[in-house]
């Protein structure tokens, strides 16, 4: 059986992937189904009764803080997306087009270092700029422009939203950056050619080929943020909670872990619900134009 | 121009953070807030004396010194079996092995969290994190691994194998030294998310706490806050340091592959 699996290619690519494939299956697949099941049970204190019942996703429906809760989620998700990939997208242009090709991977480099720095703590110096008596309220008054200490811009869903824009930066670079890279230069001089300007030339060749590398950075931030709580609790104050911060609590404070799968579940079928409809959407949009 | 500008600026935006960690770190007062006081190193100090702060780091670093093993270890695996061979349904397996790198951390958290506690009802335990950190590292690790592994020539190695040397050794003797850059680099990277990964971290510790948990009990405490400024200030010091020698492996070892240099990790 072993030799059989070794002497043929895809014997040898199978054997080969399965380490990386059943690690994935064991402790992705198998989690999410464990947590799906976990969802129709209930707990009582500390003793979990593992009959099958709705109550704990009518409980979400009944009780309007939890649709509240994820309306908003989506809600900051969405604009978080947007604005992240509106920001991202001149970047991931500017050094596809304009830097010297030896320069690239420099710019590159620079421009995923504050990813890879401590999450938490960059979090919580967000709160040092945006606070009372922040970097931007203390420059602001020093040059005169404001009497007193701006407040909307911490502790409320803003804050949030600058915060979770500013962390996911390099993932919206990075796979704009790549659909630009692979964009052949020189059907951009044909379309100049044949009389387009620059302008139309962008709309109607090079955008539509990046889209792959838009929906791609779309998605990688779209998702993930519905799963943070730490940017919430620490920037949002009391009216920016999420979602997440409600299954953080159901989880490890209320010890409602079932209802607190419930929760997850939803909130993610509704992204991913959202990111496939947002997916169908710009397949037809770009065979429209084909 | 004005795109060079506003790239210009968009690293002052990406960089502000940073900037401002070293700046409070050695200001010589316990609110972070402008105006500054005086320069002081006390808070440095007070990291070397903080015994709890000793045994996150500890439980930390070898939190992360495993996960980076063992998802570099899987990620060859991965990106060997994606540049190397044609197998049945190559890309839905690739793409199942990268989901974790769309997958919210917190679901990844809870799911584990019901697996391991309730459903096993076994203890958490550093092992249930780095099991945790290996499943979101692995996509990464694969990412930079692919950079290393695709353009290979696969003839080098049967040269090697018609030389008369074994399937195993060929690859350890001729394709190894040619992805070593690139397996360090790897872990480089895989250990620096682990390192500061909170979100499942938070939920999986068991008794001893991590790093990033730590700092997050501290920050409830207000008078602690300069002290974070100082851990911060040496974090984001190492970062740097570990990620500039993963780029120049990474570099090195694209160059070693006969790639041309795209750049990026991703």
């Known amino acids: ?290 | 121009m004005s795109l060079r500008i506003y790239a210009i600026a968009y690293l002052v935006f990406l960089y502000a953070p940073i900037v401002l960690l070293p700046i409070f770190a050695f200001n010589d007062a316990t609110i972070i807030a402008f105006p500054l006081a005086g320069f002081t190193t006390d808070w440095f100090g007070e990291l070397m004396t903080n015994r709890s702060l000793h045994t996150a780091v500890k439980n930390s670093l070898f939190i992360a010194v495993m996960t980076a093993i063992l998802c570099t270890l899987l990620g060859i695996c991965a990106a060997r079996a994606g540049a190397m061979y044609r197998f049945p349904v190559k890309a839905g397996i690739m793409g199942f092995i990268m989901l974790p790198l769309v997958l919210p951390e917190i679901i990844v958290a809870v799911s584990l969290l019901v697996v391991v506690v309730q459903i096993f009802d076994m203890g958490l335990s550093n092992w249930t994190i780095i099991a945790a950190h290996v499943l979101i590292c692995t996509p990464f690790c694969i990412a930079i691994l692919n950079g290393a592994f695709q353009n290979l020539d696969p003839s080098i190695e049967e040269a090697a194998m018609d030389l008369g040397e074994s399937r195993f050794s060929a690859f350890r003797l001729v394709t190894l030294p040619l992805v070593m850059p690139g397996i360090i680099s790897s872990m480089l990277i895989a250990f620096t998310i682990s390192l500061d990964e909170f979100i499942i971290a938070f939920f999986l510790s068991g008794t001893s706490q991590t790093m990033p948990v730590y700092i997050w009990g501290l920050m409830r405490f207000p008078a602690s806050l300069p002290v974070v400024m100082a851990l911060g200030t040496i974090l984001v010091a190492l970062s740097i340091i570990l990620l500039t020698i993963a780029e120049l492996l990474r570099r090195r070892g694209m160059a070693r592959a006969g790639v041309k240099d795209k750049g990026g990790f991703l």
């Open chain 1, 1 to 290: 059986m072993f030799n059989k699996l070794t002497s043929s290619e895809s014997g040898r690519g199978l054997l080969l992937i399965s380490p990386p494939f059943f690690y994935a299956l064991l402790l992705m697949a198998f989690p999410l189904g464990a947590i799906i099941l976990f969802s129709f049970w209930t707990q009582n204190f500390m003793d979990v009764d593992t009959t099958f019942t709705l109550n704990n996703y009518r409980q979400i429906i009944d009780q309007p803080i939890y649709g509240a809760l994820l309306q908003r989620s989506l809600f900051v998700s969405a604009v978080v997306t947007v604005v992240t990939v509106l920001l991202a997208f001149p970047i991931a242009y500017f050094v596809s087009f304009h830097v010297r090709p030896d320069r690239k991977s420099l710019w590159l480099f620079l421009i995923t270092i504050p990813f890879w720095t401590s999450y938490l703590i960059r979090v919580f110096l967000w709160k040092v700029i945006l606070g009372y008596n922040g970097v931007i309220n203390t420059g602001l008054l020093n040059i005169g422009l404001i009497d007193e200490p701006l407040t909307f811009i911490l502790y409320n869903i803003n804050a949030v939203i600058i915060t979770l824009a500013h962390a996911f930066a390099p993932f919206a670079i990075l796979p704009i950056f790549v659909a630009l890279e692979k964009i052949d230069r020189s059907l951009l001089e044909a379309s100049r050619d044949l009389g387009e300007n620059k302008v139309m030339t962008f709309f109607r060749v090079t955008l539509p080929l990046a889209m792959p590398g838009v929906v791609a950075a779309v998605l990688i931030v779209f998702i993930p943020t519905i799963g943070d709580y730490v940017t919430p609790e620490l920037m949002g104050g009391a009216g920016g909670k999420l979602i997440a911060n409600m299954i953080q609590t159901q989880f490890l404070a209320l010890n409602n872990a079932p209802l607190g799968a419930a929760l997850a579940v939803v909130a993610m079928l509704s992204v991913t619900a959202i990111s496939l409809v947002f997916i169908l959407l710009n397949r037809r949009w770009l065979r429209g134009r084909s």
